[in-house]
Every structure is written in structure tokens, then in C-alpha cells.
């Protein structure tokens, strides 16, 4: 038998995420060059000078690994239909459908926060925008692999930016409700 929400709400939320750019692709094929140019004259040095070389080739290898971390990307929002259920003991957020252009395609999302865990309810106004400081319960179902994956980041300090972009005609009554619900008051940023 399955729990019954107490509300339910419905709206387009912005989601962020990052993409590669061409310019970063452009960036690492240019990297390669110019390390794989050092490392030639390194051991064009090393044929001539001898034992000289060992500075050089600490420099390229070193060169070699920061290259291969280097990517140029370039953060946008899509904006996609969320779900969301508020239940006696925690808020449910759905993505029913998003791809995040990740090359894992298409799935849903569904992020489960624990009234509990909750550090802060915190409400900007310029950006319209929920913060919930807390990690989420993540459930994902990746429709191409008809696969799915839970991960707890309840404990996970880095996941607890779980931004909410507020349509004007909700917000006034959603504050209230996650307030009612969670009993935490909502901080308002100016």
C-alpha cells in the first residue's frame, strides 16, 4: 500500500548543469601538442646533454597529468516538469523525465529529503529560488537500461545546495507548506 501525499505540487524548475564546450575539446587537442612538442625536446636534450633531462621529464609528466583533467565547461539550466509530494515525514522531489546530456540518457529523478535531516530551508528572493540544505535520498530510472540506482547523500555536506526555482503563483503557499511540514521556519536572502 502506498503513502498518500498530503500535497502535491506541479511546476517547470530550473535544473543546472554542466556541459562540455567545443572550445574545451579544442583546448585539450592543443595541450597534447604542446606536451608531446616538450617531451620531444626533452629527449632530443637528453640525447645531447646526458643525464640533464630528469627536471624536464618531471615537467612533462607532470604537464601530461594536469591535461588530462583539463576541461572547459559551461554551465546552463534546462528547465524540466517537477513533482512535488510532501509527506509526513519528508518532501519527495520528481523529475519524471530528464537527460542531463551525460551519455547516461534519459531517466527520472526522484530526490528524497527527510524533514530530520534538514539543516535549512533557505528562500532567495532576487532568484526566486528554494535552497534545501540537506542531502537527498536519490532514486534514479534510466529509461535506456531500464536500470536503477539509489544513492544516499544524507550524509554528504557537498549535496546540500537542492535548489527549487518558485513560480510567482505558488511560492506565497509553498513556503507556507514546507514551513507546516517541516517545521523549520524558511530564511529569506535579500
Known amino acids: 500500500m502506498e503513502t498518500m501525499s498530503f500535497k502535491r505540487y506541479e511546476f517547470i524548475n530550473k535544473v543546472y548543469e554542466k556541459k562540455k564546450t567545443a572550445i574545451g575539446i579544442v583546448l585539450k587537442i592543443i595541450a597534447f601538442i604542446i606536451v608531446g612538442l ?17 627536471l624536464p621529464i618531471c615537467g612533462g609528466i607532470f604537464a601530461l597529468i594536469k591535461v588530462e ?9 534546462i528547465q524540466v516538469r517537477a513533482i512535488i509530494d510532501f509527506y509526513s515525514d519528508s518532501v519527495v522531489m520528481r ?8 551519455d547516461m540518457g534519459p531517466r527520472s529523478e526522484e530526490y528524497t529529503f527527510y ?4 539543516i535549512d530551508l533557505e528562500f532567495s528572493v532576487p532568484q526566486q529560488c528554494l535552497n534545501i540544505k540537506c542531502g ?5 530510472y534510466f ?6 540506482i539509489e544513492k544516499d547523500y ?3 555536506k557537498r549535496y546540500y545546495r537542492n535548489l527549487i526555482y518558485l513560480p510567482s503563483a505558488k511560492r506565497d503557499e509553498f513556503l507556507k ?9 524558511v530564511t529569506e536572502l535579500h
Open 38 to 54: 616538450v617531451l620531444l625536446f626533452i629527449l632530443l636534450g637528453f640525447l645531447i646533454t646526458g643525464l640533464g633531462f630528469l
Open 69 to 77: 583533467g583539463l576541461e572547459v565547461k559551461k554551465v546552463e539550466h
Open 95 to 102: 523529475y519524471d523525465y530528464i537527460d542531463r546530456e551525460d
Open 115 to 118: 524533514y530530520r535531516d534538514i
Open 136 to 140: 537527498p535520498l536519490l532514486r534514479m
Open 143 to 148: 529509461y535506456r537500461d531500464s536500470k536503477e
Open 154 to 156: 544524507r550524509m554528504n
Open 177 to 185: 507548506d514546507i514551513q507546516k511540514y517541516s517545521g523549520i521556519s
